[in-house]
């Protein structure tokens, strides 16, 4: 049996990190696939509904290809203590 992708060769997929950030008590999101997606919120589902309203703009400003049916976005959860900002 192969092992697929549970998206279509239709999609586009980014990967988005979504980390707690136990100093500043928030969720942080950041992702290498989408430049500019760094936003935090003190509630996990509101960060993953501002990173589904703001990513696809992002995308698009860009330049992201919009052949495809539609993009997939793959969250990877980290609960991890994140450096303080110098």
């Known amino acids: 049996m192969v092992n697929q992708a549970p998206w279509s060769a239709l999609q586009m997929a980014y990967k988005v990190f979504v980390l707690w950030d136990a100093d500043a008590n928030v969720w942080v999101a950041h992702s290498d696939d989408i430049p500019g997606l760094n936003t935090e919120d ?36 980290r609960r991890e203590h994140l450096p303080a900002a110098a």
């Open 42 to 77: 003190a509630s996990r589902d509101r960060l993953v509904s501002r990173v589904m309203d703001v990513a696809p703009e992002l995308l698009a400003l860009n330049g992201a290809r919009r052949d495809t049916n539609e993009v997939v976005f793959l969250f990877e959860e």
